[in-house]
């Protein structure tokens, strides 16, 4: 898969004039922004009052002189690190992606200057190229599809490993899947680094840990079973497809500067947890939007529950949680007092809390995905 900067080649990108003189920032803005020399960003114009500015990474840059653009239309710009200052010089679409598979098929070209081992780390699938139709179908792809969720169920990964007969896949399984009785902070950590979802980000920047993540371990395991078995083959491309589509999804968020962030964790003795993690894009200088975590999982003895935290002024929480099991929502009620002592010792305040007995809603989204539809007849 192609990290941020290509998968953003991919959207509409307006063609602009490469006699437009190139955009200069301090160091100190060209930090805040992110930025990383020779990385490419896609900043979209937006109108501020009765001036354009550029939106880029969630941070606002004045327009320079010569882009004859509106409101709403996107560019691509290259960063570039100088003495003393940083450079944003418009790109061309085209000629930027053909730059970005030039690079991707000379790693991977046989008789490459790039060694094996500094082109990835050794036993790692090489990266996989976004075709735009591949890409189109990760876009188009229902949000929150289940069959990652359903594939790492402890019972359907056991069977499933069983079936593939590798010990070594077996193992590092084990090493993935969390432990509800040994759950901790840094275990938690671990475990949402190793969801699949910063698999090319790690391997771009050589952070990638001794062990492999869950789309590694997914693909692994195709390349195992082989011909044997199309049935489970199928499966496992599905739940690769969810970590990719979860992968463009934040990628989409990044470019309006929001946070998303939608995983899978693996338990051992309990069903997966699917988190996700949100933050809306900041509308103002001094606006500090909340960051919100959703959880929903199913219990064996809890029932079904949807659980959203929602973090406001940095330290205040609130919380809503759905149960479809009535004594799982008599007992939170309950236990409320205590939550609120245990919230007070990590330093955090308590804000609200409601519970509901009954399946969360589905909600419609401002941004509905493509191929949403609305009911209008009720």
Not at 278 to 301: I, K
């Amino acid at each position: 898969m192609q990290g941020p900067e290509q998968l953003l080649l991919t959207g509409r990108i307006h063609p602009i004039s490469l006699e437009v003189r190139p955009l200069q920032l301090e160091n100190t803005l060209a930090r805040t922004l992110g930025l990383r020399d020779g990385q490419i960003v896609q900043a979209m114009l937006e109108m501020r009052g009765d001036s354009l500015k550029l939106l880029i990474n969630g941070g606002l840059v004045d327009l320079p002189p010569g882009f004859r653009l509106r409101a709403g239309d996107t560019v691509l710009l290259r960063a570039q690190a100088r003495p003393g200052s940083w450079l944003l010089r418009p790109v061309d679409a085209r000629s930027a992606a053909a730059a970005g598979a030039a690079e991707m098929s000379a790693t991977e070209a046989p008789g490459s200057t790039l060694s094996p081992q500094s082109a990835r780390p050794q036993g790692l699938p090489a990266p996989v190229h976004l075709t735009h139709s591949r890409l189109q179908a990760l876009l188009l792809r229902p949000p929150l599809t289940p069959e990652l969720m359903s594939l790492l169920q402890p019972r359907e990964l056991a069977a499933l490993l069983k079936h593939v007969g590798n010990d070594e896949l077996l193992a590092l399984f084990r090493q993935l899947q969390l432990s509800i009785r040994g759950l901790s902070p840094e275990r938690l950590q671990s475990s949402v680094m190793a969801s699949g979802l910063w698999l090319e980000a790690l391997l771009g920047s050589g952070q990638l840990g001794a062990t492999p993540d869950v789309k590694t371990l997914l693909r692994r395991m195709l390349r195992a079973l082989g011909d044997r078995d199309l049935p489970d083959q199928a499966r496992i491309s599905r739940a690769i497809d969810d970590i990719e589509s979860a992968q463009v999804e934040s990628v989409k968020a990044q470019t309006r500067g929001e946070l998303l962030f939608p995983l899978v964790l693996p338990f051992v003795d309990a069903n997966p947890v699917e988190l996700r993690f949100s933050r809306a894009r900041r509308r103002g200088p001094q606006e500090d939007p909340s960051f919100t975590v959703d959880l929903h999982t199913r219990h064996a003895t809890l029932g079904e529950i949807w659980l959203q935290i929602a973090v406001s002024d940095r330290s205040q929480v609130h919380l809503m949680l759905w149960a479809t099991t009535t004594q799982t929502a008599t007992a939170a009620r309950k236990q409320a007092d205590v939550l609120r002592q245990k919230l007070a010792g990590a330093g955090l305040s308590w804000g609200t809390m409601r519970v509901f007995n009954s399946a969360r809603p589905v909600e419609l989204h401002q941004k509905a995905p493509p191929g949403t539809m609305l009911d209008i007849q009720t």
